[in-house]
């Protein structure tokens, strides 16, 4: 292993990373410890001695900047150290260069953190500084496609888009929920009502309610494109792909969510496609519809510019600035410059990792 193989697989990591970066940010620290002498048990070559320990140092700088931490499984995190990442050689490769330049690793991570970023920043403040006459949906979303920093972040980006549609047109409509017993099972609400009032909201003195409609991300952490993305209070569950849509996607999506009344939202699909989902036994009555990046590209047109755009169109925008917010808190964040700066890596020159 020599220094060449090392930052070769350091750039596999960073550029397999989404922009969060938590497993680069996670070597950072690792190295800055070697570095900086504040581990004394630490030994590069020996996993166990930063294995676990390097997940709190790594979070402690996420939620600096990022406000959360990752939600992977162990497994998935632990993945990191394994032959085809950073295994305790490469790793102890790293950290003779990272010691020897004083930290250069370190800052060459966080300078990939920071493009990265800056990255993130130019395209969503297109969506932020939009109005809703000049806001063009395939617009914002071609800088994701075109640009292979910000390709791993495409799928969030895409489930905001979405999100911020689907929640604005139900409020704008002004959509209202039932939820009611009939009068001939209150026996059983009173022989359950505390399960009633603390689960359902009803009593047997109430026993109708009605809620505004809304739809719901599951999360805006949640680590593995898996399950479902949204889901009403009226039953509907959304399930967003920013890829497009084939058979076995499909199938997975359907037999990993046991809910009916699945709405698939996609890049694109085969017209066959959609016929044999739809057309499939067991499959007609769980899809209740697959919605393509046309048709969304088509209703943020009547939002923003349509009949009702003057009710609709500045709600659209001010949901997707919301999340885009909630998603990606460091965009903007001036801490970061300052973090650097105290570290001392604003002072490291070198030709070799690319910091002028």
Not at 211 to 221: E, K, M, Q, S
Request: charged share 30%.
């Amino acid at each position: 292993m020599n220094i060449d193989e090392a930052r070769k697989s350091l750039d596999s990591v960073i550029d397999k990373s989404r922009v969060h970066l938590y497993k680069p940010i996670q070597i950072a620290e690792i190295l800055n410890r070697d570095r900086t002498g504040s581990e004394s048990k630490l030994n590069l070559k020996k996993l166990e001695t930063y294995r676990t320990k390097s997940k709190k140092w790594r979070d402690i700088v996420c939620m600096q900047f990022l406000e959360r931490v990752s939600t992977s499984s162990a497994k998935f995190q632990d993945n990191l150290f394994e032959d085809n990442a950073i295994n305790p050689a490469t790793l102890a490769e790293l950290g003779k260069e990272n010691r020897k330049r004083n930290g250069i690793v370190e800052a060459y991570i966080y300078k990939s953190f920071g493009d990265k970023h800056l990255q993130l920043e130019s395209a969503l403040n297109y969506c932020l500084a939009s109005a809703k006459e000049t806001f063009l949906l395939n617009e914002f979303l071609d800088q994701f496609w075109s640009q292979p920093g910000l390709k791993r972040s495409l799928d969030k980006v895409f489930e905001i888009v979405v999100y911020a549609l689907f929640e604005s047109v139900i409020r704008a409509i002004d959509i209202k929920v039932d939820i009611y017993y009939e009068d001939k099972n209150k026996l059983i609400i009173d022989e359950f009502s505390v399960f009633a009032e603390k689960v359902l909201n009803l009593s047997v003195s109430d026993s109708r309610k009605t809620l505004d409609a809304h739809f719901y991300r599951v999360g805006v952490t949640n680590a593995a494109d898996r399950g479902l993305d949204m889901f009403a209070n009226f039953g509907s569950i959304v399930q967003v792909k920013h890829l497009s849509l084939d058979v076995a996607m499909a199938e997975n999506i359907v037999t990993s969510i046991a809910a009916h009344k699945i709405v698939i939202v996609c890049k694109c699909a085969e017209e066959r496609v959609i016929d044999s989902l739809l057309t499939q036994i067991g499959w007609r009555d769980r899809i209740q519809s697959i919605i393509t990046v046309e048709e969304l590209g088509e209703w943020y047109e009547k939002a923003l510019r349509g009949k009702y755009s003057d009710t609709i169109g500045d709600v659209v925008l001010s949901e997707l600035s919301k999340e885009i917010k909630n998603e990606f808190p460091s965009v903007g964040n001036n801490d970061f410059h300052d973090f650097q700066k105290e570290r001392g890596y604003l002072d490291l020159k070198s030709n070799y990792w690319g910091i002028a």
